[in-house]
């Protein structure tokens, strides 16, 4: 056998014959491996369901966000650019982003062509210098993020009809506010008190029902007059719908997605499940609810009425991805039992409004 000749040709051992063309194999896998990977191609905005996060939203910011707003806009820029081979830790909305991306994957395996898919759409007021160290970070986590807005100081408020956004999620309760506003679904959100692990398969959304999918007409009845009078409404009315509140557009954009795979027989497999989680009695008040979202043509998966019973440690037992309230009373509770929360500031509820806790001093995004 001379020395150099090809493996396949030299004196074959035991098994070899059967064992060549495997290494080969396994080497192109190895390489394959090596090459980078082909991502896909980004949806047309207005084809796809928008999801607009903040960058303090997406990352952990805190020493980050100390700078600003301590020694200014300058020395925070100098810091981010002294800094930007570093990565950003993951922040609250991570675990939510990655799990649109895994149904995004499903969707795309059923869908090959199809745009009907979650966007995501990186929005922040920081200067675009910061935006090399952002870029670093998505790129260091595999994360699928294509569009960028990046405003230098400005509010990026403006920009969000543009990219056809179904759901801003921020740090900044004020720019939340503005969102609002303008009649975007919006959520101020906050991280868990401690870490709980939840699905990298299946994507898990809670909503409360009042003033969040429904508009506040209830509890504006329960604050002017109590909730014997309130229930009384609830009866007298029960066949009337009530009028969508700022995330109902949401839960559509998730019911849609959902009948992609009911169609395929895939209900049961679902990557999607949604939650209804309110503190409404089933027997008094619930019946309207339900009735509300069948004459939307909408559902959630599960329906929790809970007669006023705090929500955390049911919300620890189902562990969403991200859980929406619009009073931080139950947006708090939600915290402490390990639960990612979104404060929706909307409705009787934030009259007057409600301090925000010291950690979430708006800065820079």
Known sequence: MEPGQPREAREPGPGAETAAVPRWEEAKTFYDNLAPKKKPKSPKPQNAVTIAVSSRALFRMEEEQRIYT???VEEYVRYQLEHENEPFSPGPAFPFV???EAVNKRLREL???SEDVFDIVLMTN??????VRLINSINHYDLFIERFCMTGGNSPICYLKAYHTNLYLSADAEKVREAIDEGIA????FSPSRDVVVSQSQLRV????DAVLFSDESERIVKAHGLDRFFEHEKTHENKPLAQGPLKGFLEALGRLQKKFYSKGLRLECPIRTYLVTARSAASSGARALKTLRSWGLETDEALFLAGAPKGPLLEKIRPHIFF???MFHVTGAQEMGT???HVPYGVAQTPRRALPAKQAPAAQ
């Open 70 to 72: 301590e020694q200014g």
């Open 206 to 209: 809670a909503f409360d029902g």
């Open 340 to 342: 990612v929360a979104a």
């Open 111 to 113: 869908y090959p062509e």
């Open 126 to 131: 920081n200067h675009a210098q910061v935006g």
């Open 98 to 100: 990655k799990a649109l």
């Open 186 to 189: 919006a959520a101020t959100i």
């Open 325 to 327: 309230d619009d009073q």
